[in-house]
């Protein structure tokens, strides 16, 4: 087993101190300090961060894989769509020097909400019932790789999500 499913919580957290950490250092580069981030304290409403810049709040949710993996498409809570400019960051990174190397993005523009999720389908849970039938998970949707939108950096990120 790798040291990447092992310790997949980990790996987590780092990549999302990363991403906050390299969107803090451009705003202090190029944007006045003006990026304020915060992290929920309980994490059911489909997001792991709250970033407000020039007026924009955005609540985001995290994901992540590497760049030989095969994940086609992400699954997310519809709580995201009630959210202040809610979106999705794919974070898609070097398995073994843990840098990015592209994100992928699901959302409005700045300040605009996330695109309706009504037609998304519904997940289902990855393990069978007593009787082995996957049930529906009624919060969550799948939401195809083909659906997000790719920037190449982080400032491409930063400018998806602040700038209008």
Known sequence: MSQHSVHASYRESLLEHLFSGELLKLSWQQHDCGLEIAKP??????????????????????????????????????KLADKASGCLVWIVFNEERLTFSHFLFYGGSAGEALPSMDNLPTAKHTKGNKDGVKLERANIRVINKGQFQRLNTIEEVFDKLFCK
Not at 59 to 64: A, E, F, N, P, Y
């Open 41 to 78: 304290e309980v994490d059911n409403s489909g997001y792991d961060l709250i970033a407000e810049c020039y007026g924009v709040l955005r609540h985001i949710q995290l994901k992540s894989s590497h760049i030989t993996s095969a994940t086609s498409r992400q699954k997310t809570h519809v």
